[in-house]
T-cell receptor, first 114, second 112 residues
Framework: EAQVTQNPRYLITVTGKKLTVTCSQNMNHEYMSWYRQDPGLGLRQIYY???????DKGDVPEGYKVSRKEKRNFPLILESPSPNQTSLYFCASSHTRTVLGAAFFGQGTRLTVV | QKEVEQDPGPLSVPEGAIVSLNCTYSNSAFQYFMWYRQYSRKGPELLMYTYSSGNKEDGRFTAQVDKSSKYISLFIRDSQPSDSATYLCAMKSQGGSEKLVFGKGTKLTVNP
């Protein structure tokens, strides 16, 4: 089954403790992206990747890092999480540049930073 | 002025109604226009996308872009309770800074 898989689904952590949210797709898509979704602010793009080792900032990249060492994986790294990074995070992928990695979405990761 | 504006609703219609969902935008560089559906506690799913102006139809869904007015619409014909969800519009420019910008979504309920 074609899918984008994120882990973990739920995470509660403390301020400053580094964490990684993994994302993997099995569709051989070149484009992948990360979003955060907050009430009243909608869905905002954090980073996107157009291929292995090619990444670019979205609208809200501050406090986040990404890497794309393999085509199927695109982890999101929070080096020093803060409470304002409490949010619902989505990873997504696409085969076309048109939607810039936002065709197939994962199930979401609900992150709480205390 | 926000780049993409979308009325959050909520919008409630009876089953079988024609639904019209809309977004306006301010950035004239936007060339690609997308519509997503998001069920509660799920990730968004891409319904359709269009390039530049015009209409695109896919089953009961029709996307319309009017670049002169900076206005896009999604029409749902013969709406069903299963269409109850939040609908998000999104836009992207071509070349340059290719960020994908989303509207905040319109919550739709179709009542049986």
């Amino acid at each position: 089954e074609a899918q984008v898989t994120q882990n973990p689904r739920y995470l509660i952590t403390v301020t400053g403790k580094k964490l990684t949210v993994t994302c993997s797709q099995n569709m051989n898509h070149e484009y992948m992206s990360w979003y955060r979704q907050d009430p009243g602010l909608g869905l905002r793009q954090i980073y996107y990747s157009m291929n292995v080792e090619v990444t670019d900032k979205g609208d809200v990249p501050e406090g986040y890092k990404v890497s794309r060492k393999e085509k199927r994986n695109f982890p999101l790294i929070l080096e020093s999480p803060s409470p304002n990074q409490t949010s619902l995070y989505f990873c997504a992928s696409s085969h076309t540049r048109t939607v810039l990695g936002a065709a197939f979405f994962g199930q979401g990761t609900r992150l709480t930073v205390v | 002025q926000k780049e993409v504006e979308q009325d959050p609703g909520p919008l409630s219609v009876p089953e079988g109604a024609i639904v019209s969902l809309n977004c306006t935008y301010s950035n004239s560089a936007f060339q690609y226009f997308m519509w997503y559906r998001q069920y509660s506690r799920k990730g968004p799913e891409l319904l359709m996308y269009t390039y530049s102006s015009g209409n695109k139809e896919d089953g009961r869904f029709t996307a319309q872009v009017d670049k002169s007015s900076k206005y896009i619409s999604l029409f749902i014909r013969d709406s069903q309770p299963s269409d109850s969800a939040t609908y998000l519009c999104a836009m992207k420019s071509q070349g340059g800074s290719e960020k994908l910008v989303f509207g905040k979504g319109t919550k739709l309920t179709v009542n049986p």
